[in-house]
């Protein structure tokens, strides 16, 4: 049973989030289904997309990749072909910039560096998506999902990669809101008892996972390979290097306790089981989700 006692009556925590959603790169809404979908769809296709002429007439738009003759007194800019992708400012932003709207065989006249430069679009590319997703493209992708399980079809790729880009959201909302409630709710000096625990439980954590990922027992392993693993002589002492991390652990947890009003709920003591930490973050997830749904 946990020792420490949190030091304050109630975290203000509506305070810092409506700080949060007041900054300029504040996100403000979770995406919606198709958002996510589209979203999920694109780190699909995005290695397996191919460059085709656009149609006859078609005008090039920003991201196209265009071939185009360029003539002037300048040597950059006396060229019989060059390509470039539109928007990028690699060879010349303004030229760039003027070539957006115009169509191949188009000609124009920049101004660079007071010379004339007279533009011929040859030929315009987009990048197109292929016909169809395959569960053969996901299998490429070498994903596990969080159970370790690989995923190698379409439907369970893009669950997978939805419920990521949902998390990913709530994430960098939950970093900047509790980084400033860490600041000014200090728990100065949590219980030794607790900090023990915490550190057996870490070890049993690893241990087991080291053994059943890699294959490793971390008792037997040599001083020159605990310093290649963790840049100390043995694996006693990388937990006791982790005493730090211990401190910040408990603080957290009885944040996110509070902020929950689950204080007095014996399944979320931190001193019970290694995984009380991210249980309660993603219950805080849940309640972000919740509030931050769009409501059109």
């Keep these: 049973m946990l020792k420490t006692k949190f030091p304050y009556e109630k975290v203000d925590y509506e305070k810092y989030f409506q700080a949060y959603m007041e900054r ?17 769809h694109k780190g699909l296709v995005k290695d397996h997309l191919t460059l085709s002429a656009i149609g006859e007439g078609e005008a090039a738009q920003t991201g196209d990749t265009i071939t185009f003759k360029t003539e002037s007194e300048l040597p950059k800019f006396n060229k019989e072909k060059v390509t470039v992708s539109i928007g990028r400012g690699l060879y010349n932003k303004e030229l760039e910039t003027e070539a957006a709207g115009k ?5 124009y006249q920049i101004t660079i560096q007071d010379k004339p430069v007279t533009v011929t679009i040859l030929e315009i590319k987009r990048k197109q998506e292929p016909a169809e997703v395959t569960d ?8 596990k999902d969080d159970g370790g399980k690989p995923v190698t079809t379409v439907e369970a790729y893009m669950a997978f990669m939805k419920e990521q880009k949902k998390m990913e959201c709530l994430a960098n909302v939950n970093y900047y809101v509790m980084e400033k409630l860490l600041v000014d709710y200090p728990v100065a000096d949590p219980d030794q008892e607790d900090l023990q625990r915490l550190k057996e439980l870490e070890k049993e954590f690893f ?29 006693d002492d990388f937990l006791e290097l ?36 991210s249980e309660l973050q993603m219950k805080l997830f849940a309640m972000l989700e919740e509030r931050m749904k769009r409501k059109d």
């Design 24 to 40: 300029e790169d504040a996100i403000r809404s979770i995406p919606t289904e198709a958002e996510l979908e589209e979203l999920a």
């Design 242 to 277: 982790r005493n730090e991390w211990y401190k910040m652990k408990v603080q957290q947890c009885l944040v996110y306790r509070n902020i929950l009003g689950l204080e007095d709920d014996p399944a979320y003591d931190y001193t019970d089981h290694y995984e009380v930490l």
């Design 207 to 235: 241990v087991k996972i080291y053994k059943e990922h890699d294959g490793i027992d971390v008792y037997a392993l040599s001083q020159e390979q605990a310093r290649e693993m963790w840049q100390c002589d043995s694996f």
């Design 103 to 107: 169509k191949a065989g188009d000609v």
């Design 136 to 143: 053969e493209m996901v299998v490429g992708l070498q994903l």
